[in-house]
């Protein structure tokens, strides 16, 4: 099962490289999932602000550290602090968001300050909506059918 999650760290690593980006890697939400049933000390952060955690569910066992806050969205001076109550530089760290781009910013935070194995979750919670203007139907942890639930 090692050989299979270093598989997939790898396939993320490159994915990051390809874009210049200095986190570890970019997971797809099926392999976030298969690292998190594979490695128990692997630590998935949602960075969504709290509206967000009530208005779209969450992934069971997740952390919260929002990366913004509500309203306003603006960025949570305490992130870092609030980070370092949960993990450590070492720890296999994957963040999600709704869509990746707020989980994607703090990946690359946390990879500037020491952090060497902090992946972003590709596509988020819901991912980009469809033509009817709905999300979690294309991409992400729901489309994925992945557990979430409501909180």
């Known amino acids: 099962m ?22 570890a890697g970019d997971l797809t939400p ?22 967000e955690l009530d208005f779209a569910g969450l992934v ?21 602090a609030e980070i370092t109550q949960h993990a450590q530089p070492d720890d296999l760290l994957l963040l999600l968001c709704r869509t990746g781009g ?7 935070h946390l990879a500037a300050l020491g952090y ?4 972003n979750i590709l596509g988020g919670l819901e ?5 009817q203007g709905v999300r979690g139907m294309v991409e992400g942890w729901k489309a994925a059918g992945l557990p979430w ?3």
Request: net charge positive; charged share 20%.
């Open 149 to 151: 639930r409501h909180k």
């Open 102 to 108: 707020r989980s994607l910013a703090a990946a690359e």
């Open 116 to 119: 060497r194995h902090c992946y």
């Open 127 to 131: 991912g980009r909506p469809n033509e």
């Open 30 to 51: 099926e392999e976030a999932h298969a690292i998190l049933q594979a490695n128990p000390k692997a630590l998935l952060i949602d960075v969504r602000s709290h509206p």
């Open 2 to 23: 090692q050989s299979t999650i270093d598989e997939i760290l790898s396939r993320a690593h490159a994915r990051t490289q390809a874009d210049g980006k200095i986190h």
């Open 60 to 80: 069971p066992g997740c952390c919260h550290v929002p990366w913004q806050l509500y309203p306003g969205m603006t960025p949570n001076p305490h992130f870092t």
